[in-house]
């Protein structure tokens, strides 16, 4: 076998052969394939599209995020703490806060915790303050959440919040 191909005739009709089916090949096979795939990605991106409006019609507030973050200068967490609370429409008399100084960590990299307790809130409004912290400011963590429910009422709760914000 190995005498076969140190053939030059091998390389004459083998070759030439190759070279004649490959334009074939495209024509039947390859383009007609890249041509659905193509309509399937333009499908795809249709919809991709059509979500991404949806979504920025239902919550046009994470651009507005984007942009406060990427102006935004050192971490504070009483800065941030203010201005989430106004957002979701929590008093800054209704909550609490202590931060702790910045350490260093392992690798150089600095920390800095904070508790917060919050008196009396409603779940879906500490839902959403939770969750536009941890999407306004990705290092920062929430490390513990204690919730305890006031007796009596039906959507009353008092929470203590520890976080961990990662520079």
Not at 61 to 70: E, F, G, M, S, V
Not at 133 to 148: E, K, S
């Amino acid at each position: 076998m190995k005498d076969f191909y140190k053939q030059p005739m091998f390389y004459y009709i083998v070759v030439p052969i190759l070279v004649g089916v490959w334009p074939l090949w495209l024509w039947a096979a390859a383009v007609p394939s890249a041509a659905e795939k193509y309509a399937k990605e333009q499908k795809t991106f249709a919809q991709a599209e059509r979500l991404i409006k949806q979504i920025l019609e239902l919550d046009s507030q994470r651009l507005d995020y984007a942009k406060a973050n990427a102006g935004a200068g050192d971490f504070d967490y009483t800065v941030a703490i203010d201005q989430m609370s106004r957002t979701c429409g929590i008093s800054s008399s209704g909550y609490r806060l202590s931060s702790g100084p910045i350490r260093k960590i392992k690798g150089g990299q600095k920390s800095q915790d904070a508790t917060m307790s919050i008196e009396k809130i409603g779940v879906e409004k500490l839902s959403t303050f939770l969750s536009m912290m941890h999407m306004r400011w990705q290092g920062l963590q929430c490390t513990t959440a204690t919730i305890n429910k006031h007796k009596g009422e039906k959507d009353s709760w008092k929470v203590d919040l520890r976080f961990t914000y990662y520079q």
